[in-house]
């Protein structure tokens, strides 16, 4: 089975970016894991913050992708590290979005986006789905992470 996942109403919502699930990371609190995301493609300029305290994850993706703003040298090398930190982070802090994430099982995991060929699977399911595949090293990691001790039952 492959589980995909897009609107943030659907019933794997949470593994979407605009999920309101905040967290802590770089000594910032991040709304959602899109402000996270997007706010690092300026580090150490003034659009960090800006993006950080804009409303919603769609403003801060509309304004992550605003070409006006001056994008970092290195983004297309660090962007899927950047991605891990912040779903690794947002899961680890929400127990009840890791339980989700965990019990999926060994089952792919797919965004669903009809228009991101990088991050998802875009129309023709022909897109690099990066993001489900960074829910899937995460669950893996979470998985070693929360490992259940066999002896005493309890989470390592």
């Known amino acids: 089975m492959i589980i995909y996942f897009y609107s943030t109403r ?9 999920s309101p699930h905040d967290f802590e ?20 300029t003034p659009h960090v913050e800006q993006i950080r305290l804009i409303k919603t994850p769609k403003d801060a993706a509309r304004m992550g992708r605003e ?6 040298q290195d983004w297309e090398q660090v962007k899927d590290d950047i991605m891990r930190q912040a779903v690794l ?5 929400h127990m009840d979005i ?9 089952e792919e995991i797919v965004e669903n986006s009809p228009i991101d060929f990088y991050w998802g699977c875009g ?22 992470t929360y490992s ?9």
Do not use: M
């Open 123 to 144: 129309a023709d399911g022909s897109g690099k789905n990066k993001l489900g595949k960074i829910l899937i090293e995460v669950r893996e990691i979470l998985r070693r």
């Open 89 to 93: 982070r947002k899961f680890q802090t």
């Open 10 to 18: 659907e019933q794997y919502g949470c593994f979407s970016n605009f």
């Open 67 to 72: 070409r006006t703003r001056p994008l970092r």
């Open 98 to 106: 890791k339980n989700i994430l965990l019990s999926t099982g060994d």
């Open 25 to 44: 990371l770089d000594g910032l609190y991040w709304p959602t894991s899109e402000h996270y995301f997007q706010a690092q493609k300026f580090i150490n």
């Open 148 to 156: 259940i001790d066999s002896d005493n039952s309890t989470i390592k």
